[in-house]
Antibody
Framework: QVQLVESGGGVVQPGKSLRLSCAASGFTFSSYGMHWVRQAPGKGLEWVAVIWYDGSDQKYADSVKGRFTISRDNSKNTLYLQMNSLRAEDTALYYC????????????????WGQGTLVTVSS | SYVLTQPPSVSVAPGQTAVITCGGSKIAYQSVFWYQQRPGQAPVLVLYDNSVRPSGIPERFSGSKSGNTASLTVSRVEAGDEADYYCQVWHSTSYHYVFGTGTTVTVL
């Protein structure tokens, strides 16, 4: 069955960097677009970024563009989120999620989610 | 930026029907996805492409659109349906996915 396991969260000071990972299993990782979605404590879901199945393209929310980089290693079945210049407002539970449709990234729902990894930005 | 507006809360008695709306200026032309998030859990996809239920989602969950508003209807509401619900679309102009503001469904 599809499994997504996030890791790499923790407490980090403002302005510092952190890299999140998402280990995928149970499906052909290289065939699916992958997303990061975050949820600040007590708040709603916020889409963060998406990467095409082959890594050829990435899109970002305006709130993280220029600071965060989504990437993937299809040989390791792993998704990453490099977060630089972190701010207090980046504090959230970060989920990775898989697109529903193989070889299709846009207009594709997210039926599979991990349990999330918590990032706290605080001095 | 593109905004999807949902009512903050909906209250419904067991056995009754809950309707959760999602308003957006271009929603008539967009495929809408709906997610359920129970407290402390990851979101679960309950509808995609406006009204299609993934495997394992009860028939009690249905979706529709009218004009600039999409709706998720939960019929014969049960205590286990108490959760936050979010709509989502792909906004082609900005090449972003967008989530709605979220609706908390309370079963009385």
């Amino acid at each position: 069955q599809v499994q997504l396991v996030e890791s790499g969260g923790g407490v980090v000071q403002p302005g510092k960097s952190l890299r999140l990972s998402c280990a995928a299993s149970g499906f052909t990782f290289s065939s699916y677009g992958m997303h990061w979605v975050r949820q600040a404590p007590g708040k709603g879901l916020e889409w963060v970024a998406v990467i095409w199945y082959d890594g050829s393209d990435q899109k970002y929310a305006d709130s993280v563009k220029g600071r965060f980089t989504i990437s993937r290693d299809n040989s390791k079945n792993t998704l990453y989120l490099q977060m630089n210049s972190l701010r207090a407002e980046d504090t959230a539970l970060y989920y990775c999620a898989r697109s529903r449709d193989a070889d299709m990234v846009v207009v594709s729902a997210l039926p599979y989610w991990g349990q999330g990894t918590l990032v706290t930005v605080s001095s | 930026s593109y905004v999807l507006t949902q009512p903050p809360s909906v209250s419904v008695a067991p056995g009754q029907t809950a309707v959760i709306t999602c308003g957006g200026s271009k929603i008539a032309y967009q495929s809408v996805f709906w997610y359920q998030q129970r407290p402390g859990q990851a979101p679960v996809l309950v509808l995609y492409d406006n009204s299609v239920r993934p495997s394992g989602i009860p028939e009690r969950f249905s979706g529709s659109k009218s004009g600039n508003t999409a709706s998720l209807t939960v019929s014969r509401v049960e205590a286990g349906d108490e959760a936050d619900y979010y709509c989502q679309v792909w906004h082609s102009t900005s090449y972003h996915y967008v989530f709605g503001t979220g609706t908390t469904v309370t079963v009385l």
